[in-house]
């Protein structure tokens, strides 16, 4: 870990990344000898991947939003649980690993939290936060042919939520096949099969 520690020094922001990564699985010994996670590990390991997150590394926004999810960031430090302060950071990261150079597990994770109402604003309608969703998952699916968003987009294929089409033919790439273990895109406006009935994932997957 000295190399990345110089890296990280140096501004590389790839090598914070890894050292954080270092850090929250307990191996640069903050946990003692048993080279196992503990609070002292993960405290340090957080404002690590923030701070290479907002040096340009997405892979860390993911892993910072990844952490406030499950209630290892300083809103949730009582408790080390999850919490709903948590979510908000969380929802953050995730978005932000979405925008510019893209890790496309964090789009699917902001999505998965729009749809299931945790982290955003209360006033925020079910339609919206499945327009939303619909949003990251179509950048994720389309930019990086990433298997569990694609999947979840033919899964949401003609859901209408209070009168809202949340994924129709407008969206372009709406018939997804699932084919050798991996969903792929299918260059027809037509609504074609999806992989609802022959999905050989589990959701959760990826």
Known sequence: SNGYSRG?????????TRLA????????????????????????AYPMFVDACDGGTPA???MAGNMARSGQSPECAVTHSPCSAGDERALAHFTQACEG?????????AARLFQAGR????????????LRARSLLSRSCFMFEHTPSCRM????????????TI?????GWTDLMCTDGSCRRVCSQSAG???TDSDPFPLDAG
């Not at 501004?11 to 914070?16: L, T, V």
């Not at 955003?120 to 936060?129: G, H, I, K, P, S």
């Open 60 to 62: 860390a926004c993911t």
């Open 21 to 44: 990564r270092r850090q929250r699985q307990g191996l640069t010994g903050l946990c003692g000898e048993e080279d196992a996670p503990c609070e002292r590990s993960h405290a340090r």
């Open 193 to 195: 099969a999806s992989c």
């Open 101 to 109: 150079p893209m890790d496309p597990k964090g789009c699917f994770a």
């Open 119 to 130: 982290g955003v604003e209360e006033d925020m309608t079910e339609a919206a936060r499945m």
């Open 167 to 171: 994924v129709d033919g407008t969206v």
């Open 8 to 16: 990280c020094t140096a501004g590389d922001s790839w090598s914070c």
């Open 153 to 164: 987009l033919a899964r949401r294929h003609g859901q209408t939520v209070d009168g809202v």
